[in-house]
């Protein structure tokens, strides 16, 4: 079974800028989540794709985007780049042809932006 | 929304003693309850859950207890090592057929001296 993975491990990127990060899902998983995780905090729910749609978003502003492809895996996009965007950012799978519970993490992507 | 508070946010024990980190949640809709534990510079690792159809559940040294007409939720690791150093992170969410939304608490540093 292959686990979550995420690229790139580390970004920098300044003010302004756009930003697309990456989550292959684990074997057998149909769902991504994305979360956002500031330094000394818990992660912050950012959206969640099942079959290629959206279908749930925590309080982020539009700026924030996302894809799921068909082999499930996905894409987090942030546009026009803010200081306080620098976190962790973390995706997380987990299937619905089990109960839909578990959701397993990939080993993030630390963005800084200045 | 739902609200996810942990204490305490630091912790220390010695070897082989019990650690008990708690959380309270807002939503009684929420009928899942995962425990992470993210080393430093790691994902977070599901180490225990809980529905809320249950009232305990165990797995060697780490036990999770919930008590739903008090919303709260404990972790408890008994025997301590020092491999159990982590941040750790309680989770609420009410888990769907298709979406499941996880709210954090704001983690507890445990620190096992040896």
């Known amino acids: 079974e292959t686990g979550v993975t995420q690229s790139p491990t580390h970004l920098i990127k300044t003010r302004g800028q756009q930003v697309t990060l990456r989550c292959s899902s684990q074997s057998g998983h149909n769902t991504v989540s994305w979360y956002q995780q500031a330094l000394g905090q818990g992660p912050q729910f950012i959206f969640q794709y099942y079959r290629e749609e959206e279908n749930g978003r925590g309080n982020f502003p539009p700026r924030f985007s996302g894809l799921q492809f068909p082999n499930y895996s996905s894409e987090l996009n942030v546009n026009a780049l803010e200081l306080d965007d620098s976190a962790l950012y973390l995706c997380?799978?987990?299937?619905?042809?089990?109960?839909?519970?578990?959701?397993?993490f990939g080993p993030g992507t630390r963005l800084t932006v200045t | 929304g739902e609200n996810v508070e942990q204490h305490p946010s630091t912790l220390s024990v010695q070897e082989g003693d019990s650690a008990v980190i708690k959380c309270t949640y807002s939503?009684?809709?929420?009928?899942?309850f995962p425990w992470y534990k993210q080393e430093l510079g790691k994902r977070p690792q599901l180490i225990i859950d809980i529905r809320s159809n249950v009232g305990e559940k165990k797995d060697q040294r780490i036990a999770v207890t919930l008590n739903k007409t008090a919303k709260h939720f404990s972790l408890h690791i008994t025997e301590t090592q020092p491999e159990d150093s982590a941040v750790y992170f309680c989770a609420a969410s009410e888990a769907r057929y298709n979406f499941n939304k996880f709210y954090f608490g704001s983690g507890t540093k445990l620190n096992v001296k040896p």
């Open positions: 997380a799978s987990s299937s619905y042809r089990a109960p839909a519970y578990e959701q397993y």
């Open positions: 939503d009684s809709a929420s009928n899942y």
